[in-house]
């Protein structure tokens, strides 16, 4: 076989940063100095981020593409997610990609999530390149920085050359990059200009014939199924003839309808495509992320893209409450399996099994994280559903009972350091080191089992007054370690069907925290606020006050409510035990019990209290 020929016209590069580290806004002044928008034109900021999810919660969800061309050079840019739930939109991502810029905040460091998505990217070979972000920071501490960016990278087992990576500075809201902390430079040109200099262009075999790995699936009202990914070997244009390798040796014929390239933000249809680049295929319909397209003389499937085994799974159901059917447009079962499945062609994270219920399938993913996120996208797509608490994926392995263990990183005052502590060890958390650099501010870092995390994370926040900061990432399975209690709290559940009504919830707020405010639709088995001791009770959201004849001075009060705090997916599910569900519509979110029958529930409490006979 000859030697492999470098693409010296293109580059193909990734960028990888922790959640809110800048990565968005320094693509954005990339963008915008590469001559992509013309002077004065009005553009938005934050222009990847082209989600309504991603803008309001500020971070990246799925991994995007786009290009700018840079002195005759062609830079596809792969916007890889920094939450390590979204870990499988950056396994696929990084497959297109022959180099890396890792982008660190000049004050937080290195987290949990820049260390998953760069251990990644290193195992695949990746030429790598450091940036250390926002050092107009007051309290910005670039030297300590760079030196955890070196222990990382020897934590990771990087290899000399690896060790050995280009340095910048920049502030990427001002849209510049230096080469030392100190100076301020004038623009990213220097940025720029490394990345076509250290990032080497993709490599091909002249001779091999046409390959290229689908990475990612997208879709067109006029085209239909389109497959994107990067060409690793040989040139393919409109009106091919090419098949597609599926699982299992599968052979699908394949004809090119349309062919496309990335420009900038959009794609613009091209007639011939080169090795290396980053290609959009239409022409197939029945096609899957990992799939390999080549050519019906010579078929040479690439490896398949792996990602990491799901942690966590979740039921998806219709919904089954008094109220179903009045808020959303899709209702019944077979839709909501069709956007499940839709979703996981889209995205490999995720796997979607049946039940033995035909009104309810289990979905499997990386966190609850990702799964709220899915939740939330079939909700504002106008879906009404129930969904069961999170749970981790127990596995057994030589009749041991195995779970997920996270490594979990927390950052507080000195003050909060006892109550998290004391915290994290009731849920079988383990500390594993503590950092205090004489700041006020401890760094702690704890090996806890992945169930533990979910539900604490709100706890967390109120625990350290808003003040701390919790990462973590996914250390592997390790022997389960036991039971323990999630909530120490009750429900209130309603005991009729009606509306909530002022008299009767100011009446329960001694009871515990409310959930609703009058005027709210309420049903029998309706969980209407938090109980204050560890039993559920049954309440009645809907009474009145009884009218009497007597009449006096100050007798009829206004009544006044505590505020309610507005229910969030997020807590939802954090707080439901597991006889408990979410109801979601794109209108409302509510709690319930499963069994709604009070007279049902009060039975089955019966018989578990009830002596088993010998």
Request: charged share 30%; hydrophobic share 35%; proline share 4%.
């Amino acid at each position: 076989m000859s030697n492999t020929v470098q693409n010296t016209e293109l580059r193909n590069i990734a960028i990888i940063a922790h959640v809110d580290h800048g990565k968005t806004t320094l693509v954005d002044a990339m963008f915008k100095q590469s001559g992509l928008f013309r002077e004065g034109q009005d553009v938005d900021e934050r222009i990847m981020d082209s989600m309504d999810l991603e803008r309001e919660r500020g971070i990246t969800i799925a991994a995007k593409n786009c290009s700018v061309n840079w002195k005759g050079t062609k830079i596809n840019i792969i916007d890889t997610p920094g939450h390590a739930d979204f870990g499988g939109e950056v396994e696929r991502s990084l497959s297109m990609a022959d180099g890396a810029i890792l982008l660190v905040d000049a004050s937080e460091g290195p987290l949990p999530q820049t260390r998953f998505v760069l251990k990644k990217a290193l195992e695949q070979g990746l030429s790598l390149m450091v940036v250390i972000n926002k050092v107009d920071r007051q309290d910005a501490r670039p030297d300590e920085v760079l030196d955890e960016v070196y222990d990382l990278f020897i934590d990771l087992d990087a290899n000399e050359e690896q060790l050995d990576f280009p340095l910048l500075y920049a502030i990427g809201r001002d849209g510049i990059a230096m080469k030392t902390a100190e100076e301020r430079g004038e623009n990213l040109h220097i940025l720029l200009d490394m990345i076509v200099e250290k990032v080497p262009g993709p490599t091909y075999h002249p001779n091999e014939p046409f390959q290229m790995l689908v990475s990612d699936l997208s879709y067109s009202d006029y085209l239909g199924r389109l497959a994107i990914g990067k060409i690793h070997h040989g040139a393919a244009q409109s009106n091919d003839q090419l098949i597609c390798l599926a699982d299992e040796g599968k052979v699908l014929p394949l004809k090119v309808t349309k062919l496309q390239t990335y420009d900038g933000l959009k794609v613009v249809p091209t007639e011939v495509c080169q090795p290396g680049d980053i290609v959009v295929v239409a022409g197939i319909e029945d096609v899957h992320i990992g799939d390999t397209i080549c050519t019906k003389n010579s078929p040479k499937a690439l490896p398949r893209i792996t990602v990491d085994e799901p942690t966590v799974s979740m039921r998806f159901g219709i919904n089954t409450s008094p109220l179903a059917g009045k808020e959303g447009k899709h209702v019944q079962t077979n839709k909501i399996k069709e956007r499940l499945h839709k979703e996981t062609l889209l995205n490999v994270a995720i796997q979607v099994e049946e039940t033995e219920s035909r009104d309810a399938y289990l979905v499997k993913g990386r966190g609850e994280f990702q799964m709220a996120i899915l939740v939330e996208q079939m909700r504002r797509e106008g879906f009404e559903l129930s969904v069961g608490r999170p749970e981790v994926i127990i596995k057994e392995e030589n009749g041991v009972k195995m779970e997920p263990i996270e490594h979990l990183f927390v950052d507080c005052d000195e003050d909060f350091m006892g109550i998290v502590t004391e915290k994290i060890q009731t849920r079988k958390g383990r500390m594993t080191n503590m950092v205090n650099n004489g700041t006020g501010r401890v760094r702690l870092e704890f090996s806890v089992p992945s169930r533990s995390l979910i539900g604490y994370r709100d706890e967390f926040l109120t625990d350290t007054k808003g003040t701390g900061i919790m990462n973590s990432y996914l250390e592997g399975y390790g022997e389960h370690r036991g039971e323990f209690s999630s909530r120490y709290t009750g429900s209130l559940v309603a005991d009729r069907a009606g509306k909530g009504v002022a008299y009767g919830l100011f009446n329960l707020e001694p009871r515990g925290r409310i959930f609703i405010v009058p005027g709210d639709p309420v049903y029998e088995g309706m969980i209407i606020g938090e109980h204050n001791r560890d039993n559920d009770i049954n309440v009645n959201a809907s009474k009145e006050k009884k009218l009497t004849n007597m009449r006096a001075s100050g007798k009829d009060e206004a009544v006044i409510l505590t505020p309610v705090k507005p229910m969030t997916l997020e807590y939802a599910l954090n707080f439901i035990k597991d006889d408990e569900q979410v109801e979601v519509t794109p209108i409302s979110i509510r709690l319930r019990k499963m069994e709604l029958s009070a007279l049902a529930r009060h039975r089955e409490e019966g018989k578990k209290k009830k002596p088993k006979e010998s």
